[in-house]
Each structure stands twice: as C-alpha cells, then as structure tokens.
C-alpha cells in the first residue's frame, strides 16, 4: 500500500491515476492502516533492543540565561 500511494505522486495521466487508486482500493484502507501500525511498533522494538548509546558528561559549562536574550539583543 505504501508503494501505491508513493507512485502517486509520479502519475502522468489520468488514466494511470484511476489504475492506482483502484489497486489501492482493493488492498483496503483498514488493512493499510493496521500494516502501517505494525511496522511502528516493530521499528520502535528494534529501535529500543538494538540501539546502544554510551553514556558521556557534559563537558560545557552552564550557561546563566536564555539564548533568546542573546538572539533579541536585550541585555541585563
């Protein structure tokens, strides 16, 4: 289904449009969305077992302040 709806945007005539709208009909749009829901929620699986990231400090000093100061020109 997600392939249909990407060539979508590709379509040069009419005729090709109502093709692919019509294939996209009969894959149904209930389903679609149940297929689109399970790769997420295995994408978010995968990404919380598979994904490792060391810890580190910080090694910048706080700043005292907002940016938005800095950025608008007010100062204290």
Same mark, same amino acid.
């Given at each position: 289904m997600a392939i249909t709806m990407s060539l979508l945007?590709?379509?040069q005539t009419?005729?090709?449009l109502v093709a692919i709208r019509f294939l996209a009909g009969l894959i149904g749009i209930?389903?679609?969305f149940f297929l689109a829901g399970g790769l997420i929620f295995v994408s978010f699986i995968m990404t919380t077992l598979?994904?490792?990231e060391e810890r580190r400090a910080p090694n910048q000093p706080k700043r005292k302040g907002g %940016?938005?100061?800095i950025?608008? %020109?007010i100062k204290r």
């Open positions: 945007g590709s379509m009419v005729w090709q209930r389903a679609t598979l994904l490792k %940016g938005w100061r950025a608008s %020109g």
